[in-house]
């Protein structure tokens, strides 16, 4: 459809129902309150369920409800409502749910700030509830991507009947850029393990619970096996002028956005940069890393924490590269100039060096 | 079932809801979980024979909780949905309303329902979910061995009160039926008790009447059942029964808190399915028509190839600072740029500054964030003094007053003095301040057509009168700045009498 203007939190919503989304379930918080606003204004028109839950506690447990009975569903928050929402996060995985999760990243810990950070990587992508499971993360950097990439979480959700979080810095939902939305997609039948109170679904169970220790390692094992797949199929990436780059930048989000004008900033003063940009954060683009670990001088990973992604980048390089990291917080984005200056000061002096890969590194 | 009909054998005879075989547990497949004398065993015996009576074997789905009897799921023959600790009716909301056939269950004890579940039940009932409740009250944590449960008796002891539940410490037992009744929505509240043969029976009928409200749709129904715990009581099951009818009666007498089974009206919303092609429609995403119903036509886009407009707007909250750069990417769209629009947000919003980051390119948008800005508008002074120093050399800066302030006029930015508040005064409201300025930034600049302003006005101003208003400002923009460079020496030109 023809390109619109419109703000991420409200496309979002959009793009849910676009996909067959049909069930919404939310509790306000800045910055993410405009997709429950939305949520109330659409589900309705379209057939769908809207329920304003009394906390993100119920939210993410009429999440499990809804997605028991087999329909698209979901729910957004922000840093302390995606904290209250862990415990369901893990049932969500033990129980092998499909449905999809939007965070708004803002400043924490605690209250934190209302500003745009991406504190919230480790309870996302690490896992922040109790036990062995995963959550698939989507990291959006325009309205675009988040219209696409939460669109392609209900159809991951579906695939790995799992929980998929849609990981964006408070700016993408509050931003405006154009969009062009997708024909809609028609609403999926109920999956055949669902319980929808028919009798054609009355043996079906849905469960986490399995105290015998063997059936449980199995249920893990088969979870992971679950995600020992989505690491082969799945992971997702961008990259930018890497092709010769004596340094790759990495950033997801709104600074992988901020990075491609560093690079293409350095490149005018000399420095050959390139970027990579991380889509999914979880399977994470190790490979795609390592790959450029062979060619690449150094690494800077930029983002809106004090050091979370970059121990996932730490991981892909093993060692083989120096890793810097620079970060904003607070509700601070990361700046063009400064990230150059960070560049140029911790690096410029070895990048304009002949490349010479010895076996450690330097 | 026939009222002379004695309730124990009743409850010992196997319900067809009742699985034959219980093949979802790991051991005796032939023995339920339950200790013997448990009132847990009897409920979901009760449960099965309503479930049957009235039919709705298929469509029943049962919601199971955290404790004793989290496995409820292997005795009965329904769907079958186990929850996490307490959140029992936050599933069944969701399930019920997205499954408005199905009859939903949510099976609870005193732990679950009472304590960490509070807010779901009362919440639950307050929506007036249609979905029954029964909450099992044995006041005591059975499942992690003994501990209190907000439903413990004063002076009972558990592992976790030793010396008795004391109310100047751990408060009173909280009477959940009682609660639930200062509420409006719920259609029947009634506590029952399993305490003698006739009480059984009792609970059984109360059972039947949860289901059957939600089978005519009528709303929230809970049923609190007095239920033993042999096994944390220290009692055989015969004392535990004298217990629950002797003692436990006196904390939580029974009876029907809340009967509107014969007023209530059916719940059931009639929810229209639009066809998938309607979509687009409903959600906006069609062209858009404004004011006039004009819609938008696409512009030959003839964008200028060198374009990067790097834009910060910033003022008070109110002044239409977010709006001012909504106009300015709605316009660089539909004139073929690419465009991004960021702002600040939060409580600054509320009171002090607000302020907008816009890109207006020919080629894509790298970073939405500006932070080397070719282009300031600033409405008031502090957001003057705060986005100077960051402005490329030669950018061009309009501020909203009759003259500069001394110490930032030279600062190498060009800085034109705009009384866009002043003009949109005498205009008639100073809220079209911003537009008043959004002419000035086109007439300066030249930087989007005037094709494409149009359409970003018809798309974003919904009201005849700000439409006008708005027109009218957009021109008083343009004259601002035609007078400044006709007569550059002119201080003021909120004086010109011209605008008046
Ligand atoms: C979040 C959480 N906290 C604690 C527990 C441990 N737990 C399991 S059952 C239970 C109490 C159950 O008591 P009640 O609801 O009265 O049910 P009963 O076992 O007496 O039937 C507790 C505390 C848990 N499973 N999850
Ligand atoms: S511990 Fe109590 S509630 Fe649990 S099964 Fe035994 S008697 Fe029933």
Known sequence: MEPQLIKGNEAVVKAALLAGCR????????????????????????????????????????????????????????????????????????????????????????????????????QIVKGGGHGCYRNLVLAPASVQ??????????????????????????????????????????????????????????????????????????????????????????????TWRVEDADIVLVGYG??????????????????????????????????????????????????????????????????????????????????????????????????RVPLEVSPNGQ | MASDTPAMAVVHGRSPIFYRRFDRKDDDQHQTHYCPGCGHGIVTKLLAEAIDTLGIQDRTILVSPVGCSVFG????????????????????????????????????????????????????????????????????????????????????????????????VHGYPLKVCELLATLEAPVFLERVALGSNKQIMATGRALRRALENQVHGLGFSLVEVLSPCPTIWGLDPAEAQTFVRETMTRTFPLGNFRDRSASAVPQRLAVTVPDLGELPRILGLGPASGVDGASDTVAPASPVPTADHRI?????????????????????????????????????????????HVRISAVPIDSPVVSRPNVLIALNEPALRKFLPSMEPGGLVLYNADSVPVDCAGSGAGITPIASTAIADRLGSAKVGNVVMLGALLEATGMLPDSALERALHRLVTRERWYELDRAALQAGRAAVRRMTAAPAEPSLAQDPAMG
């Open chain 1, 23 to 122: 069930a919404y379930y939310g509790y306000p918080i800045t910055p993410a309150s405009e997709i429950v606003e939305m949520a109330a204004l659409y589900l309705p028109e379209v057939g769908g369920v809207f329920v304003q839950a009394e906390s993100e506690v119920a939210a993410i447990n009429m999440l499990y409800g809804g997605a028991s009975a087999g329909v698209r569903a979901m729910t957004a928050s922000s840093g302390p409502g995606i904290s209250l929402m862990q415990e369901g996060f893990s049932y969500l995985a033990g129980a092998e749910l499909p449905c999809v999760i939007v965070d708004m990243m803002r400043g924490g810990p605690g209250l934190g700030g209302i500003g745009p950070e991406q504190g919230d990587y480790f």
């Open chain 1, 145 to 238: 991507e988040l219209v696409d990439l939460t669109m392609l979480a209900f159809e991951l959700a579906d695939r790995y009947r799992n929980p998929v979080v849609v990981l964006a810095d408070g700016s993408v939902g509050q931003m405006m850029e154009p969009v062009s939305f997708p024909e809609p997609r028609p609403v999926p039948a109920a999956p055949a393990w669902a319980v929808t109170g028919t009798a054609a679904t009355r043996q079906n169970l849905v469960s986490s619970i399995h105290l015998e220790p063997d059936v449980l390692e199995g249920h893990i094992r088969a979870l992971e096996a679950k995600y020992r797949e989505a690491e082969r199929s799945e992971p997702r990436w961008e």
């Open chain 1, 254 to 351: 709104i600074v992988g956005r901020v990075l491609r004008a560093v690079v293409e900033t350095a490149r005018r003063r000399g420095i050959r940069a390139g970027l990579l940009r991380p889509i999914t954060l979880y399977p994470f683009p190790t490979r795609a890393i390592r790959a450029l670990a062979d060619s690449v001088r150094d690494f800077v990973v930029v983002e809106m924490s004090t050091g979370q992604l970059v121990e996932d980048v730490r991981l892909a390089v093993e060692g083989s590269r120096p890793v810097e990291t620079y970060g904003r917080v607070g509700g601070n984005i990361p700046t063009v100039e400064e990230v150059l200056q960070f560049v140029e000061r911790t690096i410029l002096v070895g990048a």
């Open chain 2, 73 to 168: 799921y292997e005795y009965l023959d329904v769907g079958n949905i186990q929850v996490a600790h307490g959140r029992g009716p936050a599933v069944a909301t969701a399930v019920k309303r997205s499954r408005p056939d199905s009859i939903v269950v949510s099976y609870q004890g005193d732990g679950d329902l009472a304590a960490i579940g509070t807010a779901e039940i009362v919440h639950a009932a307050n929506r007036g979910e249609t979905v029954s409740v029964i909450f099992v009250n044995n006041a005591i944590y059975g499942m992690t061995g003994g501990q209190m449960a907000p439903t413990t008796l004063l002076g009972e002891k558990t592992t976790t009160t030793p010396r008795g539940r004391d109310p100047a």
């Open chain 2, 312 to 356: 910060v707007v910033a003022g008070f909250g109110g002044q239409g600072v977010l709006l001012l750069g909504e106009f300015l990417a709605e316009a660089g769209l539909s004139a073929g740029y690419h465009v991004s629009w960021l702002p600040s947000y939060g409580p600054q919003m509320r009171s002090g500054t607000s302020n907008c």
